[in-house]
């Protein structure tokens, strides 16, 4: 039976303090959390819905969400907004048990907050939240998420619905700062988090309507190969290796494409001025920005295909997303004088 309100108890006050605790002092917990799940309402698409949240007297946090489409079903969240925060207190549990091993400062404990979640089509798999995010509250507001955005949109993919293939799973659930400084202080729990991450990927992966695969997974940058390799039984991944996990508990398996980080493109563009295009990804050196920005447009194509299309075949889809952008070297030309217009400070 579907339904388009739902009210349901979250847990304790003082249980769920932590686990919010990056909303400023000056937001009350009940406002806070019902913030984040209006993220989810709208990033879902679910336009006009809205969640109130209170804390009765047994010092229980309550929830209601309500839409005004009859047709809205979101009784799904009864469920997978429980399920997150029980994935998020797991993450805690092994972040307050790792502090020791971490930076006094400069870091701070942050679970994918305010993302699509019961209409996901695709999840992206990055290493860890950039300090940034708690500056807006918004867990998608950042130049890595705003260029994939672009290459989504290069490829066709309806930017109305750009929202439901950014659901952000990060193996490392701890925000802080960007590069190589950030890299080197989380080194000492770099597979710590593998629990929590299956437990996170439990919250948003469905089985396809056939049952035979879920929603795709982009896994971005080197360190996200690196965990995979290292916590899947995976031998050497490179950019735009297509793999299949079982990441679902008790589901079928997952299509993953390896893929740039998007932030790869933004750190070559600022060290090249200019380049001979070439139509095969291997003659370009790594840090060539046209060969990021090739296999990028590949990437992206395939996320867009596959979100569409779960049961369609990863390896054929990628073939011909690169049969695609090797066969338009003109709007790939474009496309990249474009983009380093637009991203190159």
Not at 15 to 44: E, K, M, W
Not at 295 to 320: C, E, G, H, V
Request: charged share 15%.
């Amino acid at each position: 039976m579907t339904r388009n309100s739902v009210a349901f108890p979250i847990g304790a006050a003082s249980d769920l303090t932590p686990l919010f605790s990056y909303q400023p002092s000056s937001v009350t917990l009940a406002d806070g959390i019902a913030h984040t799940i209006n993220q989810t309402l709208l990033r879902d698409l679910y336009y006009g819905a809205w969640a109130h949240v209170w804390v009765d007297k047994s010092s229980q946090c309550q929830v209601t969400i309500a839409s005004p489409n009859p047709t809205d079903d979101l009784t799904r969240y009864e469920t997978q907004i429980p399920a997150f925060i029980a994935a998020a207190r797991a993450g805690l549990e092994i972040y307050t048990a790792s502090a020791s091993k971490l930076p006094a400062t400069g870091v701070s404990f942050l679970p994918p907050f305010g993302l699509s979640m019961l209409n996901t089509k695709s999840i992206q798999l990055l290493h860890y939240p950039p300090t940034e995010t708690l500056d807006y509250l918004d867990y998608l507001y950042s130049p890595t998420n705003r260029r994939w955005e672009s290459l989504l949109g290069y490829n066709g993919f309806p930017g109305a619905e750009n929202t439901l293939v950014e659901t952000i799973v990060d193996l490392i659930p701890i925000a802080a700062g960007g590069g190589s400084a950030g890299s080197t202080a989380l080194e000492p729990v770099e597979n710590a988090f593998v629990a929590y991450a299956q437990q996170m990927l439990d919250v948003y992966l469905r089985p396809s309507p056939s049952g035979k695969a879920t929603q795709p997974i982009v896994a971005y940058g080197e360190p996200v190969r690196a965990f995979l390799e290292a916590n899947f039984d995976q031998s050497e991944l490179e950019v735009l290796s297509v793999i299949s996990l079982r990441l679902m508990t008790g589901g079928p398996t997952t299509p993953v494409l390896c893929a740039n980080h998007p932030s790869d493109f933004l750190s070559a563009a600022g060290r090249h001025e200019t380049a001979e295009p070439s139509p095969a990804d291997q003659k370009y050196p790594p840090q060539d920005p046209k060969a990021i920005l090739l296999q990028d447009l590949k990437a992206a194509r395939w996320q867009t295909t596959m979100s569409q299309n779960p049961d369609a075949d990863p390896k054929q889809t990628l073939q011909d997303a690169s049969d695609y952008w090797d066969q338009n070297p003109d709007l790939v030309a474009q496309i990249f004088a474009e983009q380093m217009s637009e991203f190159e400070s």
